[in-house]
Structure formats: C-alpha cells, structure tokens
C-alpha cells in the first residue's frame, strides 16, 4: 500500500507519539535501575521490592513494546509504502503482544487494587510469581498461536498488511476479536466497575466484613470522611488503592478513541482518517501517560520507618507503651462522645524493633493495627495521619509512612 502525502504526515504523527512514550519509559526505567543500584531514591527502591511494583514494570513493558512498534512504522514512510516480510511479521507480532499485554496488565492491577481496599487482602509471594508466569506466558502463546496454529494456506498470512502499518490481517477478523479487542474491551469494562466501587468505597457507601460487601447511606456530610479509627487503621490503604487505580483508568481512557473508531468500523461505517490517526496517537502516548502516574504517585506504598523524639501528653493504651494519635481528614470535624460518635485510639502489641542503619528503627509487625473504642473527643483536620509512639523516656514518630529520627544520638 502506498502512502498519499496527508497521510504519510498522519503517521509521522504516530510515530512522534511513540517516540514520547518511548523516552518517557527508557527514562523511568533508566531512573528506577540507578536508584535500586546506587541504594539512592528512598522511594522508588521500596516500590520495586513490592508485588505491584512488579506488576507495574510488567504494564509499563507492554508499553515500551507498543512504542517500538509504533517507532517502527518509520520504515513504512521512508519507503513510502508497506510491504510483507519479515519486518512486517515483527511489527504485526510486536504490536499484538504489546496491546494484550497491556490490557491484561490493567486487569491485574484493578484486580489487586480491588482485593487490598475491599478485603485487605495481600498478595503472597508465590502468587505473585505464579500470576507474572501465567500472564506472560499467556501474552505469548495467544501472539504464536496465530501463526503457529490458526494460519491456513486458503486464508493466507496471519500477519501481514492492514491498512498503513503491519497486523493480524483482515481474513483473521474473528481472530483480532478474539485475540485482541476482546482483551482491551475487557480491561476497559473491569476498571471502569473497579473504578466505580472504589469510588464509593472512598466515599463511604461501601463497607467489606470478611469478604462481604455492605452498601451504606452516607448523608453528604459525612461523605468522604472515616471515622478516626478507621482513618487510622485505612488512610494509607485508601491513599494506596486511589493512587493504583488511575493506571487503568488512564489505559481506559487512552484506548477509549481507538475503541470508537474500531465500533463504527465494524458496523460498516467509514471511520476519516483523521480520528484514525488521533485515536492511534491517543493509543501511542499510554507509556507517556503511565509515566507521569508513577512521578506523580511515585511514593505509593512508602516504607513505615520510626524515629526516635521526645513527647508528652500521651494516652496509655498498652502497659508500657504510650501512643498519641492525630488524624486529619479533608475537612474539620468534631467527634464527641455527646453525639454518640465514639473516637478511637491504635492499641499495639508489645512492639519489635531492629537496629537499621542510621538509628532508624523499623516496627516488625505492622501488618495489624487493631482498632480500641475511647470515650474521649478527637478532632479530625488536615489531610494526613501522624501517630507517636512513647517507649519509656524515648518516643517515636510514625507520620505518613516515612520517619527518621528526630534527635540524632
């Protein structure tokens, strides 16, 4: 096929758009192998060691892979045209393996998403092995199945020639169904029910007991604000699941065009090539825009570290242990005990402690922070929870997940 003058600047367009997401990915990647390597960037190091840090790398391959095939079209507008081969296989198979692997990348985050805020549930490490094995696997057997096992001499290549670039051709069009859109039309579907029942979640109209789900009548002012203890014991998994969740809500939203365009052209319509290209570059700058998210978000899941401080006017919740608890929330509130809203306090086990460099002081066990009901009035303000925890003479400071020591020894 060849190319007419406007369109070879369409996709000119294209291939800026993946060269964006290309550098954007290469550097992220780039940054986070010097911080884990150097020990630098407290933040990034301890992302990676987590089992979404995993699961983002993976998304954001699949993302590096969809550039280089869009990058690769730089062939098609030196030559002005497209033509089968071996080049064309590679980008049809780069460009298959690169869109499913991105929409099952989104799934499983908006899965993990989902179980952490509903049901506090953490993934194990075997299962995070067994989930990065099968997905990969998956993505690569559902790209070589189509050559290998679905391609028939009467249909012809299973990749070749499709329009301005190269993949699964138009005889296979049950196989692009099946083997492709129905993967993004799926992801798509399950962020935007995920994304739905976080949003009421954060709201308070969803509640989980056990693995149940309650729905709840929140008047409008008390929306969007937990009780203290629950705020507590949930502020850091809210800001977690909230901060997750705009991976594939933003791949929704990229592929959204794309998806249109492909709608009207399967029900015979002429799609102008113009929203074809403007949907195809929306599609090339995921990588750009999954970078952004993790700059912006990049201190999701901070390491809880504490520091040792003076402190007073503490509540004994623990023999030997002293805790005093503020929490803030997007707006002031009093919660008394003359309105029958109780307030509550973090009783703590008798607590572990591992010398780590610096002085810094890491809590063993802080997967479970049990909540305990006190009569006494709290004020919630601000938007952000700092508890401080007092050891005979030495007190602690736990204060959005990341502390030092306050005075050095």
Not at 182 to 210: D, K, Q, W
């Amino acid at each position: 096929m060849w190319y007419l003058p406007y369109e070879s600047h369409g996709i000119t367009a294209t291939i800026v758009a993946s060269f964006v997401s290309f550098i954007s990915v290469t550097s992220l990647f780039s940054l986070l192998a010097w911080a884990a390597i150097t020990g630098r960037g407290p933040t990034e190091r301890p992302f990676l060691k987590t089992h979404i840090g995993a699961y983002f790398l993976s998304l954001m391959t699949a993302d590096l892979s969809q550039s280089i095939g869009g990058i690769m079209n730089i062939r098609w507008i030196d030559a002005r045209h497209v033509s089968v081969g071996r080049f064309c296989t590679a980008q049809a198979a780069i460009k298959q393996f690169s869109n499913v692997g991105a929409a099952l990348w989104s799934i499983i985050i908006a899965i993990h998403t989902f179980r952490l805020l509903f049901f506090n549930s953490h993934t194990s490490d075997v299962t995070c092995f067994v989930t990065l094995v099968v997905i990969w696997g998956g993505i690569i057997t559902i790209v070589a199945v189509g050559p290998t096992v679905i391609q028939t001499a009467s249909k012809g290549e299973y990749f070749g020639i499709t329009g301005y670039w190269c993949w699964i051709t138009r005889e296979y069009s049950v196989e692009r169904l099946c083997l492709e859109y129905l993967f993004m039309f799926v992801s798509a579907g399950i962020s935007l029910i995920v994304y739905t029942l976080v949003f009421f979640r954060l709201r308070g109209n969803l509640i989980a007991e056990g693995y149940r789900i309650k729905v709840l009548s929140v008047n409008s002012s008390r929306a969007w604000n937990l009780e203290a203890g629950r705020a507590v014991m949930e502020s850091n998994t809210m800001s977690v699941a909230w901060q997750l969740m705009w991976y594939p809500v933003s791949y929704t939203f990229t592929i959204l065009p794309i998806t249109v365009s492909r709608w009207v052209e399967f029900s015979g319509t002429t799609v102008p090539f113009e929203v074809k290209m403007f949907a195809s570059v929306v599609f090339m700058l995921s990588g750009f825009v999954n970078t952004l998210l993790f700059i912006a978000t990049r201190r999701v899941i901070p390491p809880i570290k504490l520091r040792r401080k003076s402190t007073s006017g503490t509540s004994n919740v623990h023999p030997g242990i002293s805790i005093k608890i503020s929490v803030h929330a997007t707006r002031t509130q009093q919660i008394s005990s003359a309105n029958g809203d109780p307030s509550y306090v973090i009783a703590l086990p008798s607590p572990k402690f591992s010398h780590i460099e610096d002085q810094a002081y890491e809590l063993d066990d802080r997967s479970r922070l049990p909540s305990v009901p006190e009569k006494a009035e709290s004020r919630l303000s601000g938007e952000s929870t700092g508890i401080s925890v007092a050891t005979g003479k030495d007190g602690y400071d736990l204060e959005d997940g990341l502390c030092r020591d306050a005075i050095p020894r």
